[in-house]
């Protein structure tokens, strides 16, 4: 039976299948050790459509992996051990398996079919689901929308038949031309954010990289990220989107306008002169922030499918070369039904926002709030361990910056002025503490040598 049964009620279809595929497979399996190999390399018990055929192969699997012979005889001996004979079809079935396909030649050809079959049901019942979904009002648009992409996505486990050549010698003279290239010519440069200490540790963010931005509140995570966004987008003409989940476009504007103008914050917000020259430099901030590829949006509630589609929509249209997040804990959750707690949930953003740097080839900024280890401890300085509460952020995180101003907490130090990037994890690169300054009037930081 190819693809649908051959007498479905009413005209009805059932899902896609291959029943000839399946027995020649399972004929195949029975004559021949190798055969197992070759097939358990691209099918799983999950892809068969007949339950018995999933049973079979199970028992078949079993008894070559304890090293036992799997004849008809022995297969139809641990099926009716195991209760599962008669449901399987008895003897007869087991015994006419070898006869449903004579060479054993196709056996990855035929496992290839089974599988395929398999993603078929599968895209066909995430639709059923979504379908079904949307008449039950049982969630949001959103979580449908999320529940039916986490579906899709896993179908790329399902392609990959395993015909992957798996040899460390693969490919291992291009590594091997990339160090010696390294060498000469030195390292490739990422992206860079402008702080020059900070560029030349990393050597740029990097395609593929999750970078976490984490502080206690008011020390400068949004004024840092706002940084990293602007000097991508405005300064270097690198697409970047910013999304901001605690404040407006409108003070967002502000911000960036305040920082690319050296134009004091506050005086946007109260009256008083204004000067030519002034008024001539935030003139030309804003034409340079109109003509750069910074993009913004402005969401309280946004969750991971909307930054997700908002991402690919970007760089299917315009390219996209940076991503920032403010910030990862007031995002929203998509359980999908599911009771998980708040930290479960971050943790699922957080590999959501990993996995989503990896796909696009683009570095992804995340800001988090740190736990409040730091007022509890005589100096407050933050460490990785702060950010263990929040999920899995300390695990995901290729690159994780602890900020840190030591006059938020002493009015009178002597470093008032200063901010301290603890670079606390960098994935196969060094660590440092990078100090800068910290310019609140401008919202902005810049490095100690432009003070």
């Known amino acids: 039976m190819n693809d649908y049964d051959e007498d479905p009620a009413d005209g009805e279809k059932l899902p896609p299948f291959d029943l000839a595929a399946e027995r020649a497979l399972l004929s195949a399996m029975i004559q021949s050790s190798n055969a197992i190999d070759e097939a358990v390399e691209v099918v799983e018990p999950k892809h ?3 339950p018995q055929h999933e049973t079979i192969y199970r028992a078949l699997v079993e008894l070559h992996t304890e090293g036992a012979a799997h004849d008809p005889i022995s297969l139809s001996d641990r099926l009716e051990k195991a209760g599962d004979l008669e449901r399987c079809g008895g003897r ?4 006419d398996l070898p006869n449903a396909y ?34 039950r009002r049982e969630h949001s648009p959103d979580e449908i929308i999320q529940g039916a992409y986490d579906t899709l996505e896993g179908l790329s486990t399902l392609t990959d038949t395993g015909d992957t050549d798996l040899s460390i010698g693969v490919d291992i003279m291009d590594t091997v031309a990339e160090v010696v290239d390294i060498r000469e010519n030195g390292p490739k440069v990422g992206l860079l954010t402008g702080f020059l200490d900070f560029d030349a540790l990393t050597g740029g963010l990097q395609a593929g990289q999750f970078v976490i931005i984490a502080a206690r509140p008011a020390m400068g995570k949004s004024v840092l990220a706002s940084d990293f966004a602007r000097y991508a987008a ?8 910013f999304f901001s989940l605690e404040m407006g476009r409108k003070e967002l504007q502000k911000r960036f306008l305040s920082a690319q103008a050296s134009y004091p914050l ?9 000067e030519d020259a002034k008024l001539l430099d935030l003139a030309t901030a804003g034409k340079d922030m109109q003509s750069s590829p910074l993009h913004i949006v402005a969401d309280t509630g946004i969750t991971l499918a909307k930054i997700r589609a908002h991402c690919r929509r970007i760089q299917r249209q315009r390219g996209l070369g940076l991503v920032v997040i403010d910030y990862l804990q007031l995002m929203s959750g998509e359980s999908m039904g599911r ?12 590999r959501g926002l990993k996995k989503l740097a ?35 952020l300390e695990q995901d995180a290729d690159i994780a910056i602890l ?11 002597p470093r008032a002025g200063e901010a301290d990037f603890i670079v606390a994890k960098h994935r196969n690169g060094p660590t440092a503490t990078i100090t800068v300054a910290f310019q609140g009037h401008f919202a902005r930081f810049v490095d100690m040598a432009q003070t």
């Open 403 to 413: 900020l840190h101003r030591e006059d938020a907490y002493e009015r009178e130090s």
């Open 92 to 95: 007869i079935y087991v015994f």
């Open 339 to 350: 009771n998980d707690n708040r930290q479960q949930e971050v943790s699922r953003i957080s």
């Open 358 to 392: 990896m796909d696009l080839e683009i570095p992804v900024v995340a800001l988090s709030q740190l736990n409040r280890g730091p007022e509890q401890r005589q100096d407050k300085k933050p460490m990785l361990a702060d950010l263990r509460e929040s999920g899995s």
């Open 234 to 241: 405005i300064r270097n003409d690198i697409p970047t989107l």
């Open 266 to 274: 506050h005086w946007m917000k109260t009256k008083g002169p204004l």
């Open 48 to 50: 068969f459509y007949r």
């Open 102 to 135: 004579n060479s054993v030649g196709g056996t990855r050809a035929h496992a290839e079919i089974v599988r395929e079959k398999a993603v078929l049901r599968k895209i066909l019942f995430a639709g059923i689901g979504m379908t079904q979904s949307v008449h």
